[in-house]
């Protein structure tokens, strides 16, 4: 009788600073450049481009649900590899984090649009606009699943 994780893929999470997530999966969803794209065992194999946005995973009937910020994936058979900047589960965003960093985003952005070379500013503006794509990825992800104290901290500090 064949084992029942023969119709997973193994998933992988990796940021300069940590393994993320390292699981057996049932099937993954990935933000990628091209939209959400969704993933099982027996994919073809290909290299995507990742966004700042929510990935959900499930395990049999349990499903979970995260942030990535840009990066990229590796996806293979039985493999996907998602190499990214940062991740974090709803549990690790502090709303307060959130707000400052969309406070200086803004703030550079001012001080960006007064650069003389248009190509300098495009890449700093380049840079900014991650900054706050991540910002409106962890903010997505706390009014869909974090928990009701942070779904008030959103409002009080007026996020949505």
């Not at 589960?89 to 307060?96: A, L, M, Y």
């Not at 650069?115 to 409106?136: F, G, M, N, T």
Request: hydrophobic residues 40%; aromatic residues 6%.
């Amino acid at each position: 009788m064949a084992e029942k994780s023969t119709n997973k893929v193994k998933f992988t999470v990796v940021t300069p600073y940590k393994n993320f997530f390292e699981k057996k999966v049932s099937s993954v969803i990935l933000p990628t450049l091209d939209g959400e794209i969704g993933f099982m065992p027996g994919h073809t194999p290909l290299v995507l481009a990742l966004k700042p946005g929510i990935v959900t995973v499930r395990i049999d009937d349990e499903i979970s649900h995260f942030t990535v910020s840009e990066g990229y994936a590796e996806v293979g058979q039985h493999l996907v590899l998602a190499v990214c900047n940062a991740a974090e589960s709803p549990e690790e965003i502090h709303v307060r984090w959130i707000r400052e960093a969309l406070d200086e985003a803004n703030e550079d952005r001012k001080k960006i649009l007064k650069i003389e070379d248009p190509d300098a500013r495009a890449y700093a503006l380049k840079e900014v606009d991650q900054k706050i794509a991540r910002a409106k990825a962890r903010i997505h992800l706390i009014e869909l699943y974090g928990s009701d104290h942070q779904k008030e901290r959103l409002v009080e500090l007026e996020l949505i």
